[in-house]
């Protein structure tokens, strides 16, 4: 029961810390940077954040996956046609999402950012930030339903 509690509190934290750092960045960064066409806002925040962001989502993926498991037990059951067994689906659907466009943006975006190519970054942010929402919610929805 204690392993269970530590690692729904790791996953609980991890997710606060990932779509906090998200919902900040597009609710008061990337709104100015767009203004002032600015990447080099993202770019500040992005150096700041990206340490404590990818360690929360690490976090989120070794804690989902032994939950997943502690919940459905081996990843067959994860396959499932039940509603606890869809939960998690979607959640892996979800986090792959996120890593694609968290890659494109990383190693296509990122390394040509100028003013020009603000606005296509802003669509990843965006994207990423609702991705993490939704992942959230869709946790939320285990508990709650």
């Not at 002032?36 to 989120?60: H, K, N, S, T």
């Not at 959640?91 to 020009?116: D, E, G, Q």
Request: positive net charge.
């Amino acid at each position: 029961m204690l392993a269970y509690a530590v690692a729904l509190s790791l996953h609980v934290l991890g997710a606060t810390l990932w779509v906090g750092g998200h919902l900040a960045l597009v609710v008061a960064v990337l709104p100015r940077a767009l203004r002032e066409r600015d990447p080099q806002r993202l770019l500040d925040f992005e150096r700041g954040y990206e340490p404590w962001g990818m360690g929360a989502l690490g976090v989120q993926v070794v804690t989902g996956l032994w939950l997943a498991y502690r919940y459905l037990g081996d990843p067959s059951g994860w396959l499932a046609a039940n509603p606890l067994a869809r939960v998690v689906q979607l959640k892996l659907a979800l986090l792959l999402a996120t890593l694609a466009v968290a890659l494109h943006a990383r190693f296509r975006v990122l390394p040509r950012l100028s003013p020009a190519t603000l606005p296509l970054m802003a669509w990843h942010v965006r994207a990423v930030s609702l991705l993490a929402i939704v992942l959230a919610l869709a946790g939320a929805s285990i508990r709650y339903g």
